[in-house]
């Protein structure tokens, strides 16, 4: 069975500093890619997502990610944290077609310092 | 915003005791999901509706069962809480059961304990 890996349960970054969250996966067959975030208090929201395509995959609030099919990952960067980056990075990935299949990793929660 | 109302937000109650979670919606997705949150591991699909009074299992039914007799509502019920069900649970809907084009949206999360 497919399985998802954050390396990392907290994150720990200063104003300005990059970003760098950390999924790799299981399956030897390119999936869907997802990166979702948790902001305190609120439910899940998609960040941004791989599909086909180009592997750097840009998404909101200046964040990025690279499907690297050699090395199974699919990071998360951004350039300079903000401090509203403050939240849980859930990275997710599909062992099929459905939304059904869906396998999630255990989250990484971004800290920010000021 | 997609208009997801989950309720109970929080609930305590009791080893035993049924427990119903109510996922509202008003944006006419057919799709909808139950999920919980436990520290450690992400999200686990509980169960699933695929319209009107069509539902099925996800990986973590055991124990839970849910109905859906209108679109826009999809309870979840426990009809006897035990402690290994303490958790938060998220409601989410999707226009499409499509990984690729059936973007996820979820409510606010509803916080069970149980004692």
């Known amino acids: 069975a497919q399985s998802v890996t954050q390396l990392g349960s907290h994150v720990s970054v200063s104003e300005g500093a990059l970003v760098l969250l950390r999924c790799n996966y299981s399956?030897?067959?390119?999936?869907?890619l997802f990166w979702y975030v948790q902001y305190p208090n609120q439910g899940l929201q998609l960040l941004l997502k791989?599909?086909?395509?180009a592997t750097l995959v840009k998404g909101i609030n200046g964040f990025e990610a690279e499907f690297k099919k050699s090395e199974t990952s699919f990071h998360l960067t951004k350039p300079s944290a903000h401090m509203s980056d403050a939240a849980e990075y859930f990275c997710a990935v599909s062992e099929g077609d459905s939304n059904y299949q869906l396998i999630w990793g255990a989250g990484t929660k971004l800290i920010i310092k000021p | 915003d997609a208009g997801i109302t989950q309720s109970p937000r929080h609930k305590v109650t009791e080893t035993g005791t049924p427990v119903t979670l109510r996922c509202h919606q008003t944006e006419n997705h057919r799709y909808m999901y139950w999920y919980r949150q436990d520290p450690g591991h992400g999200l686990r699909l509980i169960h699933y509706?695929?319209?009107?009074?069509?539902?099925d299992k996800g990986e973590v039914s055991d124990g839970y069962s849910v109905s859906r007799s209108k679109t826009e509502d999809f309870l979840l019920t426990l009809e006897s809480a035990t402690s290994s069900q303490t958790s938060v649970y998220f409601c989410a809907i999707s226009e499409s059961p499509d990984a690729n084009t059936g973007e996820l949206f979820f409510g606010e999360g509803s916080r069970l304990t149980v004692l």
């Open positions: 399956s030897s067959v390119p999936p869907y």
């Open positions: 791989y599909t086909t395509g």
């Open positions: 509706s695929y319209g009107v009074k069509d539902t």
